[in-house]
């Protein structure tokens, strides 16, 4: 890999500032994961998904040749109905579908480990929009893609730089994937995610990153990972499970998500939503695997509630919370890794209501053990919207993680009993041998949070946590270097994207 | 209780008003408790709280009574040091602290239950300043503190009244103390805390209770919580301790609190904070035993961690949030309720600061067990601010505890398969028999978020949530009414007071 990149001078320089890029290692937890229903509610979770499965099954829309694999592997047909005989999707999955894996980057050194016990930050997803808070809520661009891929390079406590950042709205939508899986590859250096949005896309996605990895490296591999949305409830189509079968012959990882809005796609308790998801998980996951036997994919879960009054979605709400940690607990007595949570709002500013809201999903996060995280920076607006302030504060605030999931240490140095005998009654520890030995390491630091006093505050401006951030974005823009690319695959690829691009005309489908 | 506030038709109407208030029930929790550390750990940092204890001791300034019932009670002393065999404060706590108790409310519906399976929510305590959005930040006035008073009576979220709500620093520092309590009574039934700034004051609270509540009833009964801070590290002074010999003597709870800024007043370590928390804490809860076995102590904690840049405390951050994991666990181990965290920052306006960090103490509180929780609604600025708008939104978010604590039904509703099987894949649940019979119940739902669609919200003028949280504090003050209040108890009240404000000069000591 890294001989691969070398290339005279000009590229060891540009790799020596890329090494000077800040970057946390994903998260290693010696927390035990928070678990919230025991092991009889979970097994009957686990029936209940093996009943929705058995009895019911799911539909399976235009995708003939999905159908044709289901049967093939002992599931019963009728018409685009597919059911499964108890324990089957379980089995394939926990017969083949690795534990752990490795989602390796263009630099090695921002390869991330996607399982237990460790936890992956990647930023938010989707979003058509984008706002910053001179600018206000706008239609995103190529270029709003380009500055989320900046900015993702440039924060450290993101270990991965996501996928569908915003949506370039500006470029046709059946050609706009090349330049958001370009723009990864180009400004940053993190992990990311293909295109899903059709089967041919996400082959797209495939070769592209064989011209940059190369197709033998790929075959042993994995350097893409892919969100495949189950349509809830019980449902999966042609494009998300047709993109999750491309990746998954190129043994390239997929992320199964139901996407579930409790009350409208699934039952409005945490119990029958968890159990949907179950089933709906179980499905994309082992369709996968019986395209390719050991093929990575990722459990996910994307639950939130709604206002029954309103219909609208929202989020930071205790019920799904409670959902997570028990789609967790299911994900891991699966022993597959799980995706889940994030810094999620329905707030259209990166206001208090959106940090409440954020927190109420972002520390169940970590505190569940989930181990990627999308949607860690930037949502709004239940996902409408990616926020430039919104981003930073979210992205400071994953920086905490990893002191909380190391727990207590309870060496020598933890239990700190030379201190009270140094220090004393009544005395300080500002000035204590072990105060002095480990002040610097002792507490995370936010970057973002202003603790000087009201009148420092006042004097520099009465500042409220917005204005810092819309600070940070552009001074960070401003300084943004990009990563090292060995040149000439940076021609093979544009011109590859070119020649693709000229190949059919342009679509709005 | 009932048959003391009956009279006449007015006050019977009052008694309507009142009880058509909405208050929600104080949690009780199903969840088990969040711990980050087994028993070993636990069992090694109570070891080293009793090192403490036995090598080094505590001080105890300016209270030679004290220092003989200690040594009554078996310690060893060197002046004004006093050290404790091992084991000997645990055995006084465990053999006769209750593990739970009642304190009792005016409104008999409003006491609570404090210690496990409860949580009890309190406003934020002990700021000399308030802010709203529109005044900006200003010194407390009596008016402040009967204003938060007013809005913690109409407050579902909050259980409890609280203490010193905001510092009336326009009244003399030594008969404030007669206004506080008063306004706690007058304004709120819910039940409150008195006053601990000097054994005096202390005992005053206690008289003017006796008059609301009758002298034997409180002889039986627990109506008042105080708290009572150690001067950490491993020091205890008069007025503190002083003040919990009156409250205990009159079988009135006390909160017994040491108050660490890790790094300043104990070790930079969450082990080391909280084997100094457990040894400052027993020997409070001890002192309360030798007085009178059996009066109700809690065990306290308010840890927070620094910026060793600055010497400016820090909120939110995961290390005080370990700590708090950790000494809760400790304090299910010697059977005592437990009060710590709240909604912390050190944010001057509630803004995305005040949230994130508020939120970074306050889903650990909940998920720790906390037993009674001061901070929970108005702190700002590390508690030299009371903020009208952060008081609103705390107590929204706080609103979200009880079902958080509930955990996963797993009743025949709460698995849904009914909604499951009558649904069907593809199809959606809103109309659902399953969906109709539980809508209502089964979201916690926000009073202040805005989970409207971006252009709704913005027809609405944009509002972001401190906007929101400005006009729902003013319309609670303009539609406030009093709980009733026994016309002859209030003019009792009003001239004991009256009488006691009179026999002594003012003094700002």
């Given at each position: 890999m890294?001989r691969?990149?070398?290339?005279?001078?000009?590229?060891?320089?540009a790799?020596?500032?890329?090494?000077?890029?800040?970057?946390?290692?994903?998260?290693?937890?010696?927390?035990?994961?928070?678990?919230v229903?025991?092991?009889?509610?979970?097994?009957?979770?686990?029936?209940?998904?093996?009943?929705?499965?058995?009895?019911?099954?799911?539909e399976?829309?235009?995708?003939p040749?999905?159908?044709?694999?289901?049967?093939?592997?002992?599931?019963?047909i009728?018409?685009?109905?597919?059911?499964?005989?108890?324990?089957?999707?379980?089995?394939?999955?926990?017969?083949?579908?690795?534990?752990?894996?490795?989602?390796?980057?263009r630099?090695?050194?921002?390869?991330?480990?996607?399982?237990?016990?460790?936890?992956?930050?990647?930023?938010?997803?989707?979003?058509?929009?984008?706002?910053?808070?001179?600018?206000?809520?706008?239609?995103?661009?190529?270029?709003?893609?380009?500055?989320?891929?900046?900015?993702?390079?440039?924060?450290?406590?993101?270990?991965?730089?996501?996928?569908?950042?915003?949506?370039?709205?500006?470029?046709?939508?059946?050609?706009?994937?090349?330049?958001?899986?370009?723009?990864?590859?180009?400004?940053?250096?993190?992990?990311?995610?293909?295109?899903?949005?059709?089967?041919?896309?996400?082959?797209?996605?495939?070769?592209?990153?064989?011209?940059?990895?190369?197709?033998?490296?790929?075959?042993?591999?994995?350097?893409?990972?892919?969100?495949?949305?189950?349509?809830?409830?019980?449902s999966?189509?042609?494009?998300?499970?047709?993109?999750?079968?491309?990746?998954?012959?190129?043994?390239?990882?997929?992320?199964?998500?139901?996407?579930?809005?409790?009350?409208?796609?699934?039952?409005?308790?945490?119990?029958?939503?968890?159990?949907?998801?179950?089933?709906?998980?179980?499905?994309?996951?082992?369709?996968?695997?019986?395209?390719?036997?050991?093929?990575?994919?990722?459990?996910?879960?994307?639950?939130?509630?709604?206002?029954?009054?309103?219909?609208?979605?929202?989020?930071?709400?205790?019920?799904?919370?409670?959902?997570?940690?028990?789609?967790?607990?299911?994900?891991?007595?699966?022993?597959?890794?799980?995706?889940?949570?994030?810094?999620?709002?329905?707030?259209?500013?990166?206001?208090?209501?959106?940090?409440?809201?954020?927190?109420?999903?972002?520390?169940?996060?970590?505190?569940?053990?989930?181990?990627?995280?999308?949607?860690?920076?930037?949502?709004?607006?239940?996902?409408?919207?990616?926020?430039?302030?919104?981003?930073?504060?979210?992205?400071?605030?994953?920086?905490?993680?990893?002191?909380?999931?190391?727990?207590?240490?309870?060496?020598?140095?933890?239990?700190?009993?030379?201190?009270?005998?140094?220090?004393?009654?009544?005395?300080?520890?500002?000035?204590?041998?072990?105060?002095?030995?480990n002040?610097?390491?002792?507490?995370?630091?936010?970057?973002?949070?202003?603790?000087?006093?009201?009148?420092?505050?006042?004097?520099?401006?009465?500042?409220?946590?917005i204005?810092?951030?819309s600070?940070?974005?552009?001074?960070?823009?401003?300084?943004?270097?990009?990563?090292?690319?060995?040149?000439?695959?940076?021609?093979?690829?544009?011109?590859?994207?070119?020649?693709?691009?000229?190949?059919?005309?342009?679509?709005?489908?």
């Amino acid at each position: 890999m890294r001989r691969r990149r070398s290339g005279g001078r000009a590229a060891r320089q540009a790799e020596r500032v890329a090494n000077h890029i800040e970057q946390q290692p994903f998260l290693t937890r010696r927390l035990k994961p928070v678990e919230v229903l025991g092991n009889e509610g979970l097994e009957i979770i686990e029936h209940n998904a093996d009943i929705m499965l058995e009895e019911i099954g799911v539909e399976i829309v235009d995708y003939p040749e999905a159908i044709e694999l289901f049967r093939g592997a002992g599931a019963d047909i009728d018409g685009t109905r597919v059911r499964f005989p108890a324990g089957m999707c379980r089995e394939l999955v926990a017969n083949s579908a690795p534990r752990t894996f490795t989602q390796n980057a263009r630099n090695p050194d921002r390869s991330v480990v996607i399982g237990d016990p460790h936890t992956v930050f990647a930023p938010a997803y989707g979003s058509p929009f984008v706002s910053d808070v001179e600018g206000g809520r706008r239609y995103a661009t190529i270029e709003d893609f380009r500055n989320f891929a900046r900015l993702a390079y440039m924060t450290p406590s993101l270990h991965h730089g996501g996928g569908t950042l915003c949506e370039p709205v500006d470029l046709p939508v059946n050609k706009r994937h090349f330049d958001m899986v370009y723009s990864h590859i180009k400004y940053n250096d993190k992990p990311f995610m293909g295109s899903v949005t059709h089967p041919d896309r996400a082959m797209d996605t495939v070769d592209m990153c064989r011209i940059l990895f190369g197709a033998d490296y790929m075959e042993e591999n994995t350097v893409l990972l892919s969100l495949a949305n189950a349509n809830s409830p019980l449902s999966w189509d042609f494009n998300m499970l047709g993109s999750a079968k491309v990746y998954a012959e190129a043994n390239q990882a997929v992320l199964i998500t139901p996407f579930i809005l409790a009350g409208a796609m699934a039952p409005v308790t945490v119990a029958g939503a968890a159990a949907q998801t179950l089933a709906e998980a179980l499905v994309g996951m082992a369709f996968t695997q019986i395209v390719r036997p050991g093929a990575p994919v990722i459990f996910g879960s994307f639950a939130s509630s709604m206002s029954m009054q309103s219909g609208a979605p929202t989020f930071g709400t205790p019920e799904p919370a409670l959902m997570l940690y028990t789609i967790a607990a299911l994900a891991r007595r699966l022993g597959v890794p799980f995706r889940s949570g994030g810094n999620l709002t329905a707030s259209k500013t990166p206001d208090a209501q959106a940090a409440y809201e954020s927190m109420a999903t972002f520390v169940p996060t970590v505190m569940a053990g989930v181990n990627f995280v999308l949607h860690t920076a930037g949502w709004l607006e239940g996902g409408l919207t990616m926020g430039y302030e919104k981003f930073i504060l979210d992205a400071d605030q994953a920086g905490a993680g990893q002191a909380l999931v190391a727990g207590v240490d309870m060496s020598e140095t933890g239990q700190a009993m030379d201190a009270v005998r140094e220090t004393g009654p009544g005395n300080h520890f500002l000035g204590s041998a072990h105060t002095l030995a480990n002040f610097e390491t002792a507490f995370w630091k936010s970057g973002q949070a202003d603790n000087n006093s009201f009148e420092q505050w006042e004097e520099e401006g009465s500042q409220d946590s917005i204005t810092r951030a819309s600070q940070t974005w552009k001074r960070m823009l401003k300084e943004y270097e990009p990563p090292p690319l060995d040149e000439a695959k940076d021609e093979e690829l544009c011109e590859w994207i070119s020649l693709r691009k000229a190949s059919f005309p342009d679509s709005n489908v």
